[in-house]
């Protein structure tokens, strides 16, 4: 691995979508490795001895092994200073820290417990009850973002940063959650717009 280098361990449609992006936003040098979830290919001896968590996204750096996507957001947006994908000010980075680990430690958490409510609970009843409330904590979640957040064009209002990358990635798994996206207009407009760009779409390619 040369100096520049990283290389971004992912699987599609999972929130190192999110981390994907920001590297291309950045114009990183990286190699990017996909993980097949259907095979369990997580769980091998060969990717945990990366990231003995099972899960993705992980960054394999110079310095070690980087994981948790607000982490890894926050990384690219120090390391690639110059593309500016975060405040500078200790406030607006503050700012940038608190959407994205909304995202991770509520909203990512309330989407989990319809394909891995075997995380919380054993009894297929109490599966189920926890599945018929992700789209009522959904909504709610999203109502939020669309109320407190989105004042300009993007997140943190004018200036692109890594946060948007990371609400489109999860405003991806609405509809599989069964909530239309079209009733929060402005993440909805946001979603479009992100859909647009081209370092978006070299991620999604």
């Known amino acids: 691995m040369?100096?520049?280098?990283?290389?971004?361990?992912?699987?599609?449609?999972?929130c190192a979508q999110a981390v994907h992006i920001a590297l291309e936003e950045a114009n990183a040098r990286y190699e990017a490795k996909r993980l097949d979830f259907a095979s369990q290919q997580q769980r091998s001896p060969e990717y945990l001895a990366i990231n003995p968590k099972g899960r993705v996204p992980a960054l394999v750096t110079q310095e070690g092994v980087l994981t948790e996507a607000p982490a890894l957001l926050a990384y690219i947006a120090q390391r690639y200073a110059d593309a500016k994908l975060a405040p500078t000010d200790a406030f607006g980075f503050a700012r940038m820290q608190e959407f994205n680990n909304y995202l991770a430690s509520t909203v990512h958490v309330n989407h989990?417990?319809?394909?891995?409510?075997?995380?919380?609970?054993?009894?297929?009843e109490a599966q189920a009850a926890m599945q018929r409330k992700v789209p009522a904590n959904m909504t709610d979640n999203f109502t939020y973002i669309e109320k407190q957040y989105l004042n300009g064009p993007w997140v943190?209002?004018?200036?692109?940063?890594?946060?948007?990358?990371?609400?489109?990635?999860?405003?991806?798994?609405?509809?599989?959650d069964g909530v239309d996206i079209a009733q929060f207009p402005k993440v909805n407009d946001h979603f479009k717009r992100m859909s647009e760009r081209e370092a978006v779409k070299r991620a999604l390619a």
Not at 2 to 14: D, V
Not at 156 to 176: N, R
């Open 112 to 124: 989990a417990h319809r394909p891995r409510a075997v995380r919380w609970a054993d009894e297929p």
């Open 2 to 14: 040369t100096q520049e280098s990283l290389t971004l361990y992912y699987a599609p449609g999972s």
């Open 156 to 176: 943190l209002g004018d200036q692109y940063s890594v946060c948007d990358p990371y609400l489109f990635t999860v405003a991806g798994w609405l509809k599989s």
